[in-house]
């Protein structure tokens, strides 16, 4: 596409400086009904729309309503999609492609993998038993740094990316004329996954702490003994500083010491590599993603109080792991053409959670959980000091006989703006509550809270954060018949914690609104 | 390897030059099949007339059929294409013993013993008793007077994988394109228009077909008594193969299981094809290709086909790739991210 607007660009400079404006008109459209026709310098073609370069100024126009006649039309059966895909490796090199694959399995079409490098392939797509190819897609697996660079930099229309863009980077944006990154229109979460830290199988280490694990990678502990281990130093195992998965390890453990990684880390290019290296030396600490875990043993994430959450598919869908990390993708301001366009519109779709899950990650398809799996908050509940038993019968009558749904939401801290997870889990929600998904059944989103202050007022913010996502939700569910489906909110304060209250990271995931579905009575 | 020695006799046999010189390099079975102390037994079954001199020989003794014909006289008129295999059949051996000869360097005998599952387009009657001119004239029938038929036996062979034979002796030397579900490559026939092949089994039921061309020339569904177990890669590369595949695991139960690592360097498969079936048991296993430019494959595209076995059934990935230029001969190539790692499911 890139290509073909730099030979229609040169092409009009070429005309303008060789043959006059007069020679430049290689184009004329003409409606339908004939009553209006422009001529003008063909720019480009997407497959949909001309865009024209005319007498009175650059025009894009539908190629569903004109005629095209002139030297220049394209011929629109002959017209190739194709798009970039940049950024990191983590994603780039089997969920990508996995996802490319099944998407044009999913509209009939043949894909042939042109792989260039081992961080570089283009997808061709074309149809079955013709040689006519419909889009090539390039795709770069790097890492998240260079994806954004790529974006910015207009070599590439979406990124992929283990992080959300950096205000730097959207500065950046901004200043390069490829538009605001931070608005909520240019992300959406691919799939989840979330950052890990391993031992090897022969380590006892069962838990950990994000605020200890910081002070292992920055090296303030250093040997085994210092955390009850066997007198052995620790072997400390990193990523590559411009990796994502770095960045993120950096964002969400390091800076809770503010203190950088230790000089004394083996460091990895490939998270496949480190997990190898852990999982082989049982004096080795490292970290990776829960779709990259290899042999190598997870920790659960602990507080003081002791509990501690796994990193499993349904806390990291339900976002009561910690360290859940959104894989994103970020797109061009540009309009892409509408085979990159259904792309991504896949990517978003159930026909997506297939794929995403046999490449190891985690989709964001809707599962459920009974009351009777519920048991380690039950039990976080009952060993609570000063939980009201009453509360816990009341918690147990308002979900009886339901379900609870691996979707909850989350707020960003001090607020009840949604974070950027719990925002794509509300608009999916609200998709199938609109596509009738949720007839018949009532939906009670259980408010909860962290710890700190006093517990009535904790009791009245539940309730509120409760409401306040019951409220999104009928908004964001606009052609839902809402008779249909019974929507109830309810509160239950700090009775029910998931984590422990001593760090900011275990209060985030205690403030959440649970859905719990019945059948409506 | 009973296959291979038939094939190879009979394949001595008829490439014999007259002149006696080169014949002496091709003394001894080892070019054929080492180590086979079956040979001539095996041979004896394909044996249709042991009346006959010549058959009987070629059971008791191949080292007979290298000693070269004292008489060049024939009433047998070959194809200036298969000149040298007339030249060597005619002078001792009559229009009514060579068929039978000839049959026995076909591929039937089912490989361990299993029993063929064939399909069988007979394209003519087996006419031996008939003048060789008429043998030679008749489009029904080879230059070596074998009907045209076109026969396809598959058999069971160990570790999941199927034996193919192929027989058309109109379809000598033919690069033809043997299809087994997803798998799909060239083969090419020996001079009686023979292949066999050893290809990995990825389900129960199989269909197996050969196409010349577009053509489909034979057909055939091959079923198993049971389902094939266990995550599987096979890689087939179209033209040249400038990587191999290779395994990495720090899995200690694979690291055990030695015997199912080795089979991703199965002698036994074509050249271009490699397959890695895992354990029952495992947590990850990387894959990566691993090639070095040279002067044959640099700055040149080789196309291959991924076909996977995984829990959703069979996945076929079409790739290409193109070496780097020739100005990097002796640089090796890796890469890792093209075969997607077998991990232990966790969702």
């Given amino acids: 596409m890139r290509q073909w607007l730099i030979k229609a660009a040169t092409f009009c400079c070429v005309s303008l400086l060789g043959f006059g404006w007069a020679m430049a008109q290689d184009v004329t459209l003409t409606s339908r009904d004939g009553a209006v026709t422009i001529s003008g310098t063909l720019l480009g073609y997407d497959g949909e729309f001309y865009k024209l370069d005319t007498p009175y100024g650059p025009l894009s126009l539908d190629g569903e309503g004109v005629d095209c006649t002139g030297v220049g039309c394209p011929d629109p059966q002959a017209f190739i999609a194709e798009f970039t895909i940049s950024g990191s490796s983590t994603i780039g090199s089997v969920l990508m492609p996995a996802l490319l694959t099944t998407f044009a399995q999913n509209k009939g079409l043949d894909i042939l993998r042109e792989v260039e490098t081992d961080a570089r392939s283009t997808f061709v797509m074309s149809e079955r038993n013709s040689d006519r190819v419909r889009a090539k897609v390039h795709v770069n697996s790097n890492d998240t740094d260079a994806g954004f660079h790529d974006l910015i930099a207009g070599n590439s229309d979406v990124v992929m990316a283990m992080r959300p863009v950096r205000d730097d980077e959207v500065r950046l944006s901004i200043t390069a004329g490829t538009g605001d990154l931070s608005k909520s229109s240019r992300v959406r979460v691919l799939a989840l996954d979330g950052m890990v830290i391993t031992v090897a199988p022969t380590n006892p280490l069962g838990l950990i702490s994000p605020e200890m694990a910081a002070q292992i990678f920055a090296g303030d502990i250093t040997n085994w003994a210092e955390i009850n281990g066997v007198d052995a130093p620790i072997q400390v195992h990193s990523m590559t500083a411009n990796s994502g998965l770095a960045q993120l390890f950096e964002d969400q453990i390091l800076s809770l010491i503010r203190k950088p990684l230790t000089i004394a880390a083996n460091l990895h290019e490939f998270a496949a590599d480190l997990v190898d290296a852990v999982a082989q030396d049982p004096f080795a600490i490292g970290y990776s993603t829960y779709s990259e875990l290899g042999n190598a043993e997870p920790l659960k994430i602990s507080g003081t109080c002791g509990i501690g959450v796994a990193p499993q598919t349904w806390q990291i869908k339900n976002s009561d792991y910690p360290l859940t990390s959104p894989l994103l993708v970020y797109t061009s301001h540009t309009r892409l053409p509408r085979l990159a366009r259904d792309f991504l519109g896949f990517i978003a779709s159930r026909s997506a959670d297939i794929a995403i899950r046999r490449a190891g990650f985690v989709d964001q398809s809707l599962d459920t959980q009974r009351l009777t799996e519920q048991g380690e908050i039950l039990a976080n509940a009952i060993e609570k000091p000063d939980n009201d038993i009453a509360e816990i019968r009341r918690y147990l009558d308002v979900v009886r006989g339901g379900k609870k749904l691996s979707v909850s939401f989350h707020f960003k801290s001090g607020s009840t703006d949604l974070d950027v997870q719990s925002s794509g889990n509300l608009e999916r929600l609200a998709q199938i509550i609109e596509i009738g998904g949720m007839d018949g059944k009532e939906l009670i989103f259980v408010g909860h809270s962290d710890g700190e202050g006093d517990a009535g007022i904790n009791q009245s913010i539940s309730n509120r954060r409760s409401n306040a996502v019951l409220r999104d939700i009928r908004r964001a569910a606009k052609s839902a018949d809402l008779s249909r489906v019974k929507l109830s909110g309810v509160g239950f304060g700090e009775v029910f914690p998931i984590a422990c209250d001593d760090s900011e990271w275990g209060k985030r995931i205690n403030r959440r609104v649970e859905v719990w579905i019945k059948e409506a009575g | ?347």
């Avoid at chain 2, 058309?168 to 394109?177: D, G, H, K, V, Y």
């Avoid at chain 2, 129960?204 to 049971?226: K, P």
Wanted: hydrophobic share 40%.
């Fill in chain 2, 1 to 347: 390897m009973k296959t291979l020695l038939k094939f190879g006799l009979a394949g001595a046999l008829i490439m014999l030059p007259s002149a006696a010189g080169p014949l002496i390099e091709i003394t001894e079975p080892v070019l054929l099949a080492a180590n086979d102390t079956t040979t001539d037994t095996e041979i004896s079954k394909f044996s249709v007339d042991q009346n006959t001199t010549n058959v009987s020989r070629v059971s008791s003794s191949p080292a007979l059929f290298l000693t070269p014909p004292s008489d060049t006289t024939s009433d047998f008129a070959a194809p200036a294409n298969l000149q040298t295999a007339a030249m060597v059949v005619a002078p001792t051996i009559k229009h009514r013993t060579l068929i039978p000869m000839i049959m026995a360097a076909m591929p039937a005998e089912p490989a361990h013993g299993a029993l063929p599952v064939a399909y069988t387009r007979p394209m003519s009657a087996q006419t031996p008793d008939v003048d060789s001119r008429q043998l030679l004239s008749d489009p029904n029938l080879s230059a070596f007077g074998l009907p045209c038929r076109q026969e396809l036996t598959i058999t069971v062979a160990p570790n999941d994988m199927m034996a193919i034979m192929f027989n058309a002796p109109c379809l000598n030397e033919r690069s033809l394109t043997l299809a087994a579900g997803e798998m799909e490559l060239s083969v090419t026939t020996d001079i009686f228009g023979n292949f066999a092949t050893h290809l990995p089994q990825l389900t129960q039921e199989t269909q197996v077909s050969i196409f010349d061309g577009a053509n489909l020339l034979v057909s055939s569904n091959f079923t198993l008594d049971h389902t094939p177990v266990g995550e599987a890669y096979v890689l087939i590369w179209k033209d040249i193969a400038p990587m191999n595949l290779f395994v990495r695991s720090n899995d200690l139960v694979l690291r055990r299981d030695k015997g199912r690592l080795g089979l991703i360097e199965n002698s036994r498969t074509p050249t271009g094809l490699t397959h890695f079936t895992a354990p029952e048991k495992f947590q990850s296993i990387r894959f990566s290709l691993v090639g070095t430019v040279d002067a044959e494959n640099c700055g040149q595209v080789s196309k291959a086909r991924l076909v996977h076995r995984g829990n959703v059934g069979i996945e076929s990935t079409d790739l290409q790739f193109r070496m780097p230029d020739c100005d990097q001969i002796g640089k090796t190539l890796e890469l890792r991210s093209v075969i997607p790692d077998m991990k232990m499911a966790r969702n």
